[in-house]
């Protein structure tokens, strides 16, 4: 079993930048890939990014994001980050941290999730 737990959250202005952060733990993470997905209020489930946890293949961002957010990790701490930026009313959403054994941007398909954290954009 995987533990992640999500922080960083908060309410920001329109153009701020924002830094999440997921914690993992309960076992090796070689093999999986991590996620980040996010859900508005009253809307469904969407893909924000992801990428393996170890190797060389570059990360996928969905459109929403691309330029503008970018995914990292850091092996020691077994974290994985999301550093969004000029954020946009339309990122308001519930961010959530995810893994599994395979890559999907299918945002349900994940099999481990955090609780999320919650993002406000607004001026």
């Known amino acids: 079993q995987l533990q992640l737990v999500e922080s960083g959250g908060g309410s920001v202005q329109p153009g701020d930048s924002l830094r999440l952060s997921c914690a993992v733990s309960g076992r090796s993470l070689s093999s999986h890939y991590m996620a980040w997905v996010r859900q508005a209020p009253g809307k469904e489930r969407e893909f924000v990014s992801a990428f393996p946890w170890t190797g060389i293949t570059s990360t996928s961002y969905a459109d929403s994001v691309k330029g503008r957010f970018v995914m990292t990790r850091d092996y020691v701490k077994s974290a994985v980050y999301l550093h969004m930026s000029n954020l946009k009313a339309e990122d308001t959403a519930v961010y959530s941290c995810?893994?599994?054994?395979?890559?999907?941007?299918?945002?349900?398909?994940?099999?481990?999730w955090g609780q999320g954290t919650l993002v406000t954009v607004s001026s």
């Open positions: 995810a893994a599994d054994l395979k890559f999907s941007n299918d945002s349900s398909a994940w099999r481990y």
